[in-house]
Nanobody, 126 residues
Framework: QLQLVESGGGLVQPGGSLRLSCVVS????????IGWFRQAPGKEREGVSC????????NYADSVKGRFTISRDNAKNTVHLQMNSLKPEDTAVYYC???????????????????WGQGTQVTVSS
């Protein structure tokens, strides 16, 4: 049974940092690209960042470039999203997702991902 579980969300002040984690089970990260997505109230789910299965290449939405960093630990079946310099507009439910892929690149299209976690709330507010 494929499962993704996010953690690490919470309330943080503007300019602060959070580190999200996505622990996967039932499959190996060696053959899956992982993406982070977010959905704010009244908005569509959007891609934030992804990391490829092969080579660990990364991709970021323009809105988070230079502030967010994605990384993976295959031995622990875990993918992290380090979020720095957080802004109120980063407030959303954050989801991790997986897609079977042996490509050395990854994409941020939500329809490209088959398996999803339940999400973790991130609120940036003073």
């Amino acid at each position: 049974q494929l499962q993704l579980v996010e953690s690490g969300g919470g309330l943080v002040q503007p300019g602060g940092s959070l580190r999200l984690s996505c622990v996967v089970s039932g499959f190996t990260l060696n053959y899956h690209a992982i993406g982070w997505f977010r959905q704010a109230p009244g908005k569509e789910r959007e891609g934030v960042s992804c990391i490829s299965a092969i080579g660990g290449s990364t991709n970021y939405a323009d809105s988070v470039k230079g502030r967010f960093t994605i990384s993976r630990d295959n031995a622990k079946n875990t993918v992290h999203l380090q979020m720095n310099s957080l802004k109120p507009e980063d407030t959303a439910v954050y989801y991790c997702a997986a897609r079977s892929s042996l490509l050395s690149l990854c994409v941020l299209g939500r329809d490209d991902y088959r398996y999803w976690g339940q999400g973790t709330q991130v609120t940036v507010s003073s």
